[in-house]
């Protein structure tokens, strides 16, 4: 039972980490620029970017499933067990 658990949890995990790149919205406001190429070098400009993330909202809730009674009888009774949730909201399409 302790290994379905992280297998579940892991499972969570990768998918929150996969939907980093769709999570994120950056929009380039203005153009970087580079330094001139001289003997004297100046410095350059960094690009003004706004960037628009999602959220996710993470919690438990409590759940009715069967789990196996141990006993020399394979019957099964149902438990209350808290099963993680995930919720996602990626930034809205401009």
Not at 8 to 31: H, N
Not at 34 to 63: K, Y
Request: aromatic share 4%; glycine share 8%.
């Amino acid at each position: 039972m302790k290994t379905g658990a992280a297998v579940g949890i892991a499972v969570v995990a990768i998918a929150a980490i996969a939907f980093g790149a769709y999570m994120i919205d950056f929009d380039v406001t203005e153009e970087g620029a580079l330094p001139d190429v001289d003997v004297s070098v100046e410095g350059g400009e960094l690009p003004e970017v706004d960037a628009e993330v999602g959220s996710i909202t993470t919690g438990t809730t409590t759940e009715t499933v069967e789990v196996p009674d141990v006993d020399i009888d394979v019957d099964t009774e149902e438990a209350e067990v808290k099963v993680p949730t995930v919720d996602v909201t990626p930034p809205a399409d401009d």
